[in-house]
Nanobody
Framework: QVQLVESGGGLVQAGGSLRLSCAAS????????MAWFRQAPGKEREFVAA????????DYADSVKGRFTISRDNAKNTGYLHMNSLKPEDTAVYYC??????????????????WGQGTQVTVSS
């Protein structure tokens, strides 16, 4: 089992920045990849970004490319989502997810076994 705890959400003005953190504990040596998803009110959960834990390969949703950066610190068992140039449409609950198995796609929520509790990000216009 892997436990995930997100932090770093909050209220920010449009154009601002935030950094989300996802602290992993438990069987962290079994993690293959970590990802961030988000869910806005009345909308489905959507993929934001992913990183493979050992190699550091990254993947991004088109809507955040060039603005968000995903990274990880293996020594701290922590993943990060650096969000710049935030827009009101980025407002959502952001969830950290992890999985033990590989695969060619990182954007499928159902492929992740472990989830955090979520952290709210609100971007005001």
């Amino acid at each position: 089992q892997v436990q995930l705890v997100e932090s770093g959400g909050g209220l920010v003005q449009a154009g601002g920045s935030l950094r989300l953190s996802c602290a992993a504990s438990g069987r962290t040596n079994s993690m293959y990849s970590m990802a961030w998803f988000r869910q806005a009110p009345g909308k489905e959960r959507e993929f934001v970004a992913a990183v493979t834990w050992s190699v550091g390969f990254t993947d991004y949703a088109d809507s955040v490319k060039g603005r968000f950066t995903i990274s990880r610190d293996n020594a701290k068992n922590t993943g990060y989502l650096h969000m710049n140039s935030l827009k009101p449409e980025d407002t959502a609950v952001y969830y950290c997810a992890a999985r033990e198995f590989g695969g060619s796609r990182y954007d499928v929520a159902g492929s992740y076994e472990y989830w955090g509790q979520g952290t709210q990000v609100t971007v005001s216009s």
